[in-house]
């Protein structure tokens, strides 16, 4: 058993799930997040974020048996785009369980709690696109700026261990690339070659006309850590030099409140829409025992946004 300490600051929203993804529409906010078989894909609904904590959880896609979507169904997200719910996630195939890309789903209706959803199948690059989607890719996200939709996501290049990087480009439609990629950011500095060189992750906070982008660092134990770009909204966003990366992580491990591997986090608006509430994952222990890959215990847990100076603030509070 795993030495955990428990403490008001490890206290989970949501036990047992990684990757968490939370969006506000119209007063109702939707949870969805990796869940440890990594097997299917969950919802739930509320109308406030800690209701999520015991609201039912219905699945709403279950991976195939064989071929793609078949194994490590990974970080889905749930985004209104262009008038309609899409959900973007990663799957491997059986038998090449590795063979990790991004894929899409459609749900038919309005209401993705009832409605159904349909396989758009991967994620499309641009025409003139050569390279998006060749390699180990996941963790998309999508968000709008200045009436144009962007998206981010992961990608692994390069020989040996490999180097996953984040890349971004403008959509032509929710399930295909207009442009072609672009490279965001790569792991430059020391926290970001931990075990692995990540880059993953990606989710946009907006404030103020800035743009942030936090995304993920590190190997996925106690070494994780969240990373942040910023840019100005009205910059032209697949130009690099648009955006500014903070030397030092903006969230890690916190060994006194026993907060372990912080990461993979999004943002949603508080139920009075005065604050930005920062959804992630964390581990109440810092040994794993076996890969950390299959360990069970990155759980959901939240914080406020403070803001000083025009900048973000990311620290742990009580969960409870």
């Known amino acids: 058993m795993q030495a955990t300490v428990k403490t008001e600051y490890n206290e989970p929203l949501i036990p047992n799930r990684a990757d968490p993804y939370v969006c506000k529409e119209n007063g109702l906010y939707y949870f969805t997040a990796s869940v440890p ?13 800690k209701g999520l904590a015991k609201a039912e959880e219905k699945e709403i896609w279950h991976c195939h048996e064989t071929g793609k979507m078949a194994k ?65 890719s996941l963790d998309m996200t999508v968000f709008e700026a200045n009436k144009e939709w962007y998206c981010v996501w992961a990608e692994k290049v390069g020989v040996g261990k490999m180097i ?14 207009k442009t072609v990629q672009v490279l965001l950011t ?55 030099r648009s955006w500014e990366k903070f030397r030092d992580p903006v969230l890690k491990t916190d060994y006194e409140k026993h907060v372990y591997g912080p990461g993979h986090n999004c943002f949603v608006k ?19 025992e076996g890969d950390p890959l299959y360990d069970p215990n990155r759980h959901t847990m939240m914080l406020t946004v403070e803001w000083k100076d025009g900048l973000p603030v990311f620290n742990f509070e009580k969960q409870n």
């Open 164 to 177: 996953s990087n984040l890349y971004i480009a403008k959509l032509e439609t929710p399930n295909k690339l």
């Open 270 to 288: 508080s139920e009075d829409d005065t604050k930005d509430i920062m959804i992630y994952h964390a581990r109440p222990y810092e040994k794993i």
């Open 37 to 49: 078989e990594y097997d299917r894909i969950v919802l739930r609904c509320a109308t406030t974020i």
């Open 72 to 136: 490590h169904i990974w970080a889905p997200e749930l985004h209104y785009v262009m008038g309609g719910w899409y959900i973007y996630f990663a799957a491997g195939e059986n038998p090449d369980i590795w063979a990790i890309r991004p894929y899409v789903l459609k749900c038919t209706g309005n209401d993705p709690m009832k409605d159904d959803f349909v396989e758009l199948g991967m994620m499309q690059a641009a025409d003139d696109d050569e390279f998006s989607f060749k390699s180990f």
């Open 186 to 240: 790569t792991p430059d500095y020391d926290w970001e070659r931990i075990g692995f060189w990540v880059n993953e992750g990606p989710y946009v906070l907006k404030h103020d006309g800035k743009l942030f982008l936090t995304f993920s660092a590190s190997a996925t134990g106690a070494c994780y850590c969240v990373g942040m770009l910023a840019a100005d909204e009205n910059a032209d966003l697949l130009d690099p």
